[in-house]
């Protein structure tokens, strides 16, 4: 929370909920805060859209085509406010038929409609696996045990172009902007070995890869990421959970965890310093949530020194999600009548 606009926050006509230093969260429907949005200006979009398929009578009997429909509407508001070079990442859930151990393809159709229909490019699909998620659905898996747990997520990275000139000009940059180098993971104990001591067998493999002298000794500072990640959600011992714990502040239900929108911040925006940062609308990487939540994805872009906007159409959860980038302190004089041992919590 901050008393002067960052200059992100001047994107938009609409008056923020609230700021920080380098952002700024807003109460509204996306649909019409996407509108204000100057178009081109979003260099990432990444969101979890709300999707309660557990409870599908609440969607009617064509809940699928019904959800299609109802997402598209904001995906077309998404596509002009994205940079050519933007992703927009979509971390969005499974669910099995109402009554029956069978899956729903909704989440496919959806990728198909985008790319299809809305003039997205699929750049990749990810995964997300909650190691933690409790077994489910219960009902196919621990009462009758004929499926197993449902714990991995789909995770659909879309861009607005695709193209490589890099590929002929060293100095072009890729459409989108991705650069895994700057989310490699650490090496494992053998190829760290490896590295060490340069022996391995080089040549050709069946798989038509051609593995040279040098190849697998060189040490590149980490290995290259899978398109799976694994982390939990359950964040119990967060400042956000603590925070809406003690002053009894409605939490956000579906959080996900910091993992995902950090691996996607950094893998597709650059890292500071952006001194040769000229492709963007300001003078650093914007992103956006389009379906905030507890806003997760601001206060991670925040402590990458990105900008990032949020939209939020439930004012409990906007004014929850508030506490991220507040002191313990600064929460206590907002929420506790008391107003007792401050000076236990500095700002």
Not at 12 to 31: E, H, K, V
Not at 163 to 175: G, L, Y
Request: glycine share 6%; charged share 30%.
């Amino acid at each position: 929370m901050t008393d002067s606009k960052p200059a992100v926050a001047n994107l938009l006509d609409s008056s923020p909920a609230y700021t920080s230093s380098n952002g700024a969260a807003y109460l509204g429907d996306s649909r019409d805060l996407l509108e204000e949005l100057p178009p081109n200006a979003i260099d990432l979009v990444v969101t979890s859209p709300p999707f309660d398929l557990a409870h599908q009578k609440e969607y009617g009997s064509d809940w699928e085509s019904d959800y299609l429909e109802w997402f598209t509407e904001f995906a077309d508001k998404v596509r002009p406010a994205l940079a050519p070079h933007g992703s927009f990442v979509i971390e969005i859930g499974g669910a099995f038929h109402k009554g029956a151990p069978a899956r729903s393809t909704y989440q496919f159709e959806l990728l198909s409609k985008l790319v299809n229909e809305h003039e997205f490019e699929l750049a990749q699909d990810l995964y997300w696996h909650n190691p933690a998620k409790l077994p489910s659905p219960a009902e196919w898996v621990t009462r009758r045990r004929i499926r197993t747990s449902d714990a991995i997520t789909h995770i659909w990275w879309l861009a607005k172009e695709i193209n490589d000139e890099s590929a002929k000009d060293p100095n072009a940059h890729p459409t989108p902007e991705a650069d895994n180098r700057r989310v490699l993971t650490e090496y494992s104990d053998s190829q760290k070995d490896l590295i060490r001591t340069g022996e391995y067998n080089a040549g050709k493999r069946p798989s038509g890869h051609n593995i040279s002298e040098s190849g697998f000794a060189t040490d590149n500072e980490g290995a290259i990421p899978d398109n799976l990640i694994s982390a939990t959600n359950t964040g119990s011992r967060g400042h956000y959970h603590k925070m809406c714990n003690e002053y009894e502040l409605k939490k956000h239900p579906a959080r996900f965890p910091k993992e995902i929108p950090e691996f996607f911040i950094k893998f597709l925006t650059p890292d500071p310093p952006y001194d040769s940062w000229d492709r963007g609308y300001l003078d650093r990487p914007i992103v956006l949530d389009i379906f905030g939540g507890s806003n997760i994805t601001g206060k991670i872009a925040e402590e990458n020194d990105r900008y990032w906007l949020t939209f939020e159409k439930d004012e409990q959860y906007i004014d929850t999600s508030e506490v991220r980038f507040m002191s313990e302190g600064q929460v206590m004089r907002r929420y506790d009548d008391d107003q007792t041992g401050l000076e236990d919590f500095p700002d």
